[in-house]
């Protein structure tokens, strides 16, 4: 990557709103967009498809290596087969943040991750964007919000998609997914030192995607 690509990048857990002000920015800036979310969510859909144990390094990482995934703006593309909807359900969640714990796996997508970075610039939305990937990004963001609230928006989230949700469960699974992202040995989510903190629990979405187009402003990123 070079230094001179302009980088902004989103970390947080879910349901705080960052893939909401990553398309907002994306729209804005013209930027070319990194959900490495989607990554793992399409590495855990490919483990799950081929039966792969999911503390079977080896056959991880080799997927990993070879993860035939393609990005068509907001479409999710493995083997050619949109697999949007399926990634987004709560069992590849699960799946995802059980193997994004394991040091081998996020070696082996890192250098996917980066090449990302590409003229005019890119807006990276992930956990360990600002900490590890994109460690010198000119503007990080991280974005948090209360379980409580991260809970009620996903069972807002599927309901409108006529799915029936039990917010109870819902909550229990994004506190167990907070504490395996928060304590595993690499990439732990946290802020970055640098990263402007954003608690979203009480805040409307739109009022944070101005204060961040704001500052994208500020330092004159866009051409």
């Known amino acids: 990557m070079s230094s001179s690509i302009p980088v902004v990048t989103i970390d947080g857990p879910s349901g705080v709103g960052k893939g909401t002000l990553a398309q907002f920015l994306v729209q804005k800036t013209g930027f070319h967009l990194l959900d490495s979310g989607a990554i793992y969510r399409a590495l855990a859909f490919g483990a799950v498809q081929d039966g792969i144990a999911l503390d079977d390094i080896a056959k991880l990482v080799a997927l990993a290596n070879a993860l035939p995934v393609e990005f068509i703006g ?47 610039g890119l807006i990276a939305d992930g956990r360990d964007m600002g900490t590890v990937v994109f460690s010198t990004a000119k503007i990080k963001v991280y974005l948090t919000a209360s379980a409580e609230i991260r809970a009620q928006r996903r069972v807002k989230q599927l309901k409108s998609q006529g799915v029936s949700a039990n917010i109870d469960q819902i909550t229990r699974d994004i506190e167990m997914r907070d504490e395996r992202d928060l304590n595993r040995k690499t990439a732990p989510l946290k802020p970055a030192d640098d990263a402007i903190v954003i608690d979203t629990s009480y805040l409307d979405i739109d009022a944070v995607c101005q204060k961040v187009l704001s500052l994208v402003k500020e330092q004159a990123l866009m051409a």
Request: aromatic share 4%.
């Open 74 to 120: 907001t479409d999710i593309l493995y083997n050619k087969e949109d697999i949007t909807a399926q990634v987004r359900t709560e069992e590849i969640a699960g799946v995802a943040s059980t193997i994004a714990v394991i040091p081998e796996v996020r070696a082996a997508l890192l250098a996917r991750q980066k090449a990302f970075a590409t003229e005019p």
